[in-house]
């Protein structure tokens, strides 16, 4: 199988696909990443890198065998709820191999039943099938991911979790959780559609007129595009309202006297979260959407309701800005100006407080898969060491290239305070210009504001394709 690299992808920006963009007047800005570099904080760069030698640990970044270098996560994880597992770019194999090497140590050791990933609703829903025994080729589960997600590194996770799942009853399998909104599926539709003529016939009528006004317009990615660069604001308001319809009368019929009685043939939990999924796409691709970071809270939102439904505890992979804690930040994606934004970590912090674990992942140097805003595709970009404005660059001063460690550890006043401090990281998303390295940065408030561990890895490899 392989992707086709569409022109479609020219057209998506780092708005469109990240929602990380400025988007509305009246938003705050901080200055480039000066503003915040590491460099400007208390202390000095020794002092941290000795502290660093001392309380780091080494990891190794294959997903396979024994666990044991992950150890020290037990005490940084605790008794969270979500545990955050952050990535600095979505087009490195290596870091994705280390979550999922991460991810295991928390279903294998520590109980945790639910990967989720910065990856929609319905193909979740498709790779959640898959993982519980259905009959999907993985190549084929894997195929309706976000087009940055079908690679080899997926196919290594999910391929992991149907093989823990083998043998294992339904009550401890571990599940797949597509956590945003992204994009939609023809299977949310489907699933709306047979659950509403098996519970609430009368209403079916209604609810097909409503899934045709919100029927997808092409390939999911084509739809993507149609609606959040071809409508203006005034065309995207009516079927933002026909998309709350839609989910208020699926709630409905979810809480009625028929699928009580289990009659549905698509289970009530996920007709409801399919139409939510579909309000999520629809609400946060218009204007007000993006301004008020409306796809992060659906985010936030999804993970909350899938805890509620299953008791699990859940591990969720995503980049870096997404899982930080911090209550706001700013993210800087060149030519776009920097933006103050309120993502999901941040809500889920709010949420559970000390039950959501925010890990990060760094690097210092390697290769990356991006660009996928350029025709013809993406390319490999060889990136070098982060700039001095980086706390990266202070990370990589460590003995140790590969390894976790735990930012609430005591240490000397000025690592302290340097840990208390404004920092900024790199961070990647759909494009990048190596001119302007020192300028694709997720800023602080603090590094412990931001993230409660941190896993740094010197070199990375790029994301392999399927």
């Known amino acids: 199988m392989s992707i086709d690299h569409a022109p479609y992808l ?5 708005r469109g696909l990240f929602g ?3 988007a509305a007047a009246g938003t705050t800005l901080l ?3 000066q503003a915040t570099a590491a460099g400007t904080a208390v202390g000095t760069e020794d002092a941290f890198a000795d502290w660093l030698d001392r309380h780091a640990t080494p990891v190794r970044t294959s997903p396979r065998g024994p666990l044991d270098d992950l150890t020290p996560l037990r005490r940084t994880v605790r008794d969270a709820v979500v545990v955050g597992l952050g990535e600095s770019a979505h087009g490195t194999h290596t870091q994705f191999a280390l979550k999922h090497r991460v991810a295991r140590y928390l279903v294998e050791e520590l109980g945790f039943r639910t990967i989720a990933w910065e990856e929609s609703w319905g193909s979740g829903v498709v790779l959640d099938r898959y993982v519980r025994g259905d009959g999907t080729d993985a190549r084929s589960a894997v195929g309706q991911a976000l087009f940055m997600l079908r690679s080899q590194a997926m196919l290594d996770l999910v391929r992991w979790m149907r093989e823990f799942n083998r043998g294992r009853p339904d009550w401890d399998q571990v599940r797949f959780l597509g956590a945003d909104v992204l994009e939609l599926r023809a299977l949310q539709y489907d699933e709306i559609e047979r659950f509403t003529a098996a519970v ?3 209403r079916l009528p209604r609810v097909r007129a409503l899934l045709g006004v919100l029927a997808l317009r092409g390939t999911p990615q084509e739809h993507l595009v149609w609606y959040k660069y071809r409508l203006t604001e005034d065309e995207r308001r009516p079927l933002v309202a026909a998309a709350r319809e839609l989910h208020e009368l699926v709630r409905d019929a979810a809480e009625s006297r028929a699928a009580r009685r289990g009659r549905a043939a698509v289970d009530p939990d996920d007709a409801v979260l399919h139409a939510y999924a579909l309000l999520g796409f629809y609400e946060s691709g218009s204007a007000a959407g993006i301004a008020d970071d409306v796809r992060d809270r659906y985010v936030a939102d999804l993970l909350t309701f899938w805890h509620e439904r299953t008791g699990h505890r859940i591990a969720y992979g995503a980049a870096n800005a997404h899982v ?10 060149p030519p776009d100006p920097p933006v103050r934004r309120r993502l999901a970590g941040g809500l889920l912090r709010a949420r559970y407080g000390a039950g959501y ?10 290769t990356v898969l991006t660009g996928w805003e350029v025709d013809g595709g993406p390319r490999v970009y060889a990136v070098p060491p982060p700039s001095p404005s980086f706390a990266d660059a202070l990370l990589g001063r460590a003995r140790l290239g590969d390894y976790l460690i735990d930012l609430r550890r005591g240490g000397p006043t000025e690592v302290r ?4 401090g404004p920092a900024s990281l790199r961070i990647m998303s759909s494009a990048y210009d190596p001119a302007r390295d020192e300028h694709y940065a997720q800023h602080l408030p603090s590094w412990r504001a931001g993230f409660d561990a941190l896993l740094h890895v010197r070199t990375v490899a790029a994301t392999q394709l399927v």
């Open 10 to 14: 020219s057209t998506l920006s780092r």
């Open 20 to 22: 990380l963009a400025a």
């Open 31 to 33: 200055r480039g990443p």
């Open 200 to 202: 609430a016939p009368a």
């Open 324 to 333: 930080a804690a911090a209550e706001e930040m700013v993210v800087e994606f």
């Open 357 to 366: 674990v925010a890990v990060g992942t760094v690097f210092d140097h390697g």
């Open 417 to 420: 305070d340097r840990l208390d």
